[in-house]
């Protein structure tokens, strides 16, 4: 059996995500979802709860959903993608798949071995020295080297898709790396936009996406502001050290901005710089709401103790006993039974964070059953 897995967030679910589950499918007998949970990469909450994105990861064929740990999803796309590729890995799957904006594979692993070499690590420093933010300096450090790489090669998927393709390097993992070119002009940060400005999205959502919404309650970080505001000011300038990547000043401009303002915007206005993108601070206040350090990220970085099992359709059956065969680590599909485990108790904060802004009781990990479809 050829399984091929799918790092993803799903916020929210739309018709680009059910084109690549589809792609997918068609070079593999089954596909794995391993979808961030109850917080995004860009630092917020998730638009939609875990459970509800997963129905509809299976409604639009996936096999199983498992969970992607909080302490990874609240990462830069290196770590992200790092924990992502390591858990695929040690699930055994075959294959991972994505969607990127430049499906010529050969360039994307010259530009993710050319983000290795030192080189390139000269040039990134002299353009960020120039006070330009991260994502231009990377381009224009590979350009300098290699100025034959087109621009869309430096779209978001794919720098997201050479950090996989570095990971999966790193790890010396057999997987196969299969890159879809998107083929539809639809974004979730499009769909969320249009769902807050009250606009159709019958063009951007699937059928079954659609149905859900008038039932649900979309958060924003907005939503989380009372909560941020009141741990933020009882941070200490120790307390801002310890959080993943809060450090060469950063630590004292956010705590300083924290007690002097009393609004989540001023704070982000105040603190995001080209050299501290606004995506890095709000993993940053999200990662100090939830009690995530630097040494419990590192704990995790290159671990994971198990995979915690989200959904599966009712026909996944020989995929998760062909999964138990491979797996190197243990399948969580009763929390109970990791009820105590650090990195399952981070969870049960962020679930309940992100329930408590949906006027839901805690405890969703254990009351919410395994969702099938």
Same mark, same amino acid.
């Given at each position: ?79 992200? @993608?790092?924990?992502?590729?390591? #858990? /695929? ?6 294959? !991972?798949? *994505?969607? &990127?904006? +430049? %499906? ?85 940060? @499009?769909?969320?936009?249009?769902? #807050? /400005? ?6 951007? !959502?699937? *059928?079954? &996406?659609? +149905? %859900? ?161």
């Amino acid at each position: 059996m050829r399984i091929a897995a799918i790092i993803c967030e799903y916020n929210p679910f739309h018709k680009g995500h059910q084109a690549h589950i589809s792609w997918t499918k068609q070079h593999a007998d089954a596909v794995i979802c391993l979808m961030s949970g109850s917080f995004v990469q860009r630092g917020e909450p998730a638009f939609f709860d875990k459970f509800t994105r997963t129905r509809w990861a299976l409604q639009a064929g996936a096999d199983i959903v498992f969970e992607l740990p909080v302490s990874s999803t609240l990462q830069s796309a290196q770590g992200f @993608a790092r924990s992502g590729v390591f #858990l /695929a890995d040690a699930l055994g799957a075959d294959a !991972l798949s *994505f969607g &990127v904006e +430049q %499906a010529d594979l050969s360039s994307l692993q010259t530009l993710a071995h050319l983000c290795q070499e030192p080189s390139y690590s000269q040039r990134l420093r002299h353009h960020l020295s120039c006070g330009v933010s991260y994502a231009a300096a990377s381009q224009r450090a590979a350009q300098d080297l290699l100025p034959s790489l087109p621009d869309a090669l430096f779209g978001p998927n794919c720098t997201l898709a050479v950090e996989y393709i570095r990971a999966v390097k790193r790890y010396h993992s057999p997987l196969q790396v299969l890159a879809m070119p998107r083929c539809m002009p639809v974004s979730s940060t @499009a769909c969320r936009q249009q769902y #807050l /400005a009250h606009q159709p999205l019958d063009a951007l !959502l699937p *059928f079954f &996406v659609l +149905q %859900a919404l008038p039932s649900l309650h979309a958060v924003t970080l907005a939503d989380l502001e009372p909560m941020l505001l009141y741990r933020l000011r009882m941070m200490s300038i120790e307390d801002w050290t310890a959080l993943p990547g809060c450090s060469e000043g950063l630590e004292h401009r956010l705590y300083h901005a924290s007690r002097a303002h009393t609004s989540l915007s001023c704070i982000l206005d105040e603190a995001s710089t080209s050299r501290y993108p606004l995506a890095r601070i709000k993993r940053l206040l999200c990662s100090a709401l939830l009690g995530i350090t630097t040494d419990m990220q590192a704990v995790y970085q290159d671990h994971l103790p198990y995979a915690r099992l989200l959904g599966l359709s009712r026909t996944a059956g020989p995929v998760i006993t062909e999964l138990r065969q491979r797996t190197r680590i243990p399948l969580l599909d009763k929390p109970v039974q990791r009820k105590h485990d650090p990195l399952f108790m981070l969870e049960q904060r962020a679930t309940d964070v992100h329930a408590l802004c949906t006027k839901q009781p805690c405890g969703l990990d254990f009351t919410h059953p395994l969702v099938l479809y």
